[in-house]
């Protein structure tokens, strides 16, 4: 994570919250490495030996999916998500802390939502006991990536909105 992200981070959750951000990164950087690692071996083991580990394709799937959701939650909280940022560009410092607060209002909205429906899903597939066709895991655990990434998303957009509201109305802050 660079500097201003650890600030930006740091700023939207605390201490712990940068803390806890450097290591979610470090880990899912880890995890990035092995997933390519284990697509390195794969490949090989296929070209060179003739043989495939079942579950591979699978397991660097449901990995992908888990660090996509959890780095949108760090993207979240340091602002470092996908966005054209024209009119807050264009906007006096005011006028800036409103649009960042009515964003992330609709962030909150929208992942509290989404994080219920990931909840009723996840409860659900489990009571089937459907479990995945290579590695044999339980399918709530890869779902469960979406109920962990839009929880932590509801999270991170709810302490976002209460840093913007008391900027807001203070004045304080960017």
Not at 65 to 84: C, D, K, T
Not at 114 to 138: K, N, Y
């Amino acid at each position: 994570m660079s500097n201003g992200a650890a600030d930006r981070t740091g700023g939207a959750l605390g201490r712990a919250g940068t803390v806890v951000g450097r290591g979610l990164h470090m880990l899912l950087g880890l995890v990035l490495l092995a997933v390519v690692a284990v697509n390195v071996a794969n490949a090989a083991g296929r070209y060179l030996l003739g043989l495939s580990v079942t579950g591979t394709d699978e397991l660097m799937v449901y990995a992908m999916i888990w660090v996509v959701m959890l780095g949108a939650v760090l993207s979240l909280a340091g602002r470092q998500h996908i966005g054209i940022d024209l009119l807050p560009a264009a906007a006096g410092p005011r006028a800036r802390r409103a649009l960042h607060l009515v964003h992330d209002i609709a962030a909150l909205a929208v992942c509290a939502y989404l994080a219920r429906a990931s909840w009723l899903f996840v409860t659900r597939i489990s009571g089937l006991g459907t479990t995945s066709m290579g590695l044999g895991i339980p399918m709530s655990w890869p779902h469960a990536a979406l109920l962990m990434g839009f929880a932590g998303m509801t999270v991170v957009a709810a302490g976002l909105v209460a840093r913007d509201l008391h900027r807001l109305l203070t004045g304080g802050g960017r």
